[in-house]
T-cell receptor, first 114, second 117 residues
Framework: ETGVTQSPTHLIKTRGQQVTLRCSSQSGHNTVSWYQQALGQGPQFIFQYYREEENGRGNFPPRFSGLQFPNYSSELNVNALELDDSALYLC?????????????FGPGTRLTVL | AQKVTQAQTEISVVEKEDVTLDCVYETRDTTYYLFWYKQPPSGELVFLIRRNSFDEQNEISGRYSWNFQKSTSSFNFTITASQVVDSAVYFCALSEVRGNAGNMLTFGGGTRLMVKP
């Protein structure tokens, strides 16, 4: 069984640019959540996708947007990058079989904004 | 609003010592789940344990044990006979129950555990 994968591993962008991060959920998992983890802090919930629709959002501005595809993979898009967007972005997938309680995390994408 | 507090930002122990990581949470929900995750230097969050709000039975799993006390809103995690490989950042997390669609995790700030040989 393949776990959650994310790409790219690392990314360097400059302020004002746009970035797309990708996540492939674990086999059979139809719910994908995205978290932002700033250095030295705990992860913060960005949003969640279920059946290709946004299903819950944290305290993040609209320039953070996402997509979920029919195969349940997902993208996180961030427009107009700011220096504070530098963080580890974690994707997590979950399955109705577990009541969608347990979330399985990918290795993350480390984004640096210069 | 939900909140998770891990007062210990960093703990240093010598190998084979027991160590307890503290976690205090706030929620208005009557049904919720509590988790502990481990984050090694590689960055991936590794699931350790889960407890639901209806089950206050404390358990031991290998070198791990946890103490869930609803009356004090605490969910502490103990590693017995610590090993160098236990060195990592440990996160306590709280999840409300939102049905089949999934549940948002609220994380604490983390406790960095350093186990010295």
């Amino acid at each position: 069984e393949t776990g959650v994968t994310q790409s790219p591993t690392h990314l360097i962008k400059t302020r004002g640019q746009q970035v797309t991060l990708r996540c492939s959920s674990q086999s059979g998992h139809n719910t994908v959540s995205w978290y932002q983890q700033a250095l030295g802090q705990g992860p913060q919930f960005i949003f969640q996708y279920y059946r290709e629709e946004e299903n819950g959002r944290g305290n993040f501005p609209p320039r953070f947007s996402g997509l979920q595809f029919p195969n349940y993979s997902s993208e996180l898009n961030v427009n107009a990058l700011e220096l504070d967007d530098s963080a580890l972005y974690l994707c997590a997938s979950s399955t109705p079989a577990s009541g969608a309680i347990e979330q399985f995390f990918g290795p993350g994408t480390r984004l640096t904004v210069l | 609003a939900q909140k998770v507090t891990q007062a210990q930002t960093e703990i240093s122990v010598v190998e084979k010592e027991d160590v307890t990581l503290d976690c205090v949470y706030e929620t208005r929900d009557t049904t919720y789940y509590l988790f502990w995750y481990k984050q090694p230097p590689s960055g991936e969050l590794v699931f350790l344990i889960r407890r639901n709000s209806f089950d206050e039975q404390n358990e031991i799993s290998g070198r791990y044990s946890w103490n869930f006390q609803k009356s004090t809103s605490s969910f502490n995690f103990t590693i017995t006979a610590s090993q160098v490989v236990d060195s990592a950042v440990y996160f306590c997390a709280l999840s409300e129950v939102r049905g089949n669609a999934g549940n948002m995790l609220t994380f604490g700030g983390g406790t960095r555990l350093m186990v010295k040989p």
